[in-house]
């Protein structure tokens, strides 16, 4: 794991292979290294593969609880830059989903392609309003626990229950080591409205979700595919929230054929 500043934060990053670049963002629980290593390990055999911590998580420092979506993005950008990555193809797993949709309004530029798994337009741009105000309430609450009371609350939602026991108790360990304040900062920066970001987004998307998924339904899936303009849609049967670990085979030949066009 190697570290470098952005911004006066300290952000932690693993980095493998050589290639065109991808960054993976994680969600709002778990680190970058535990999300995305069987990504990692799988397609740095010919892309430059770079998964951070977000502010807030893992190696990261945390940020200020009022970061908010656009803090988060300006942050990526910084570390994009730092890293001298061009032109880098963005893959974002629920809250990195939508921050890759705010990055990708903010810095258009600088993305090559995007991915969204199991993402959402922000909270308030895909769920309704009650169950947007239910979740914040639920994160201060959670972020107020002792750490395997946290896991234990929020680790049946990320997967279906025919998930192996040894891939959520992996899952499980890194959602030990959570910030109480970087997490709070992650669920106010997820409950923002992203809506009106998707019209603008003209680089090839794909959306990658779990017809399983109790966290971000397909519904939520639907309606970003209608309203990104250039954008496909993978359903994984069977599969659950954190789906790039739950279905890896499936969701790393999506994303391969999907970075590589064949």
Known sequence: METIDVDGLRIAYERAGTGPPIVLLHGYVGDGATTWRR???A???????VAWDAPG???SSDPPESFGMAGYSDCLAGFVARLGLERPSIVGLSFGGSLAIDFCRR???V???LVLASAYAGWAGSLSAEVTEQRLRQADTLSRLEPKAFRDALLPTMFTEGTASDVRDRFGAAMLAFHPAGFRAMAQASAEDLRDALPHLELPTLLIYGDQDVRAPLDVAQRLHAAIRHSTLTVLPGVGHVCNIEAEREFNSALREFLTGR
């Open 111 to 113: 993305p090559a392609a």
């Open 43 to 49: 397609l740095s055999d010919e892309f430059t593969v």
């Open 107 to 109: 810095y258009p530029a």
């Open 39 to 41: 990504q990692i390990d």
């Open 57 to 59: 998580a893992g190696g």
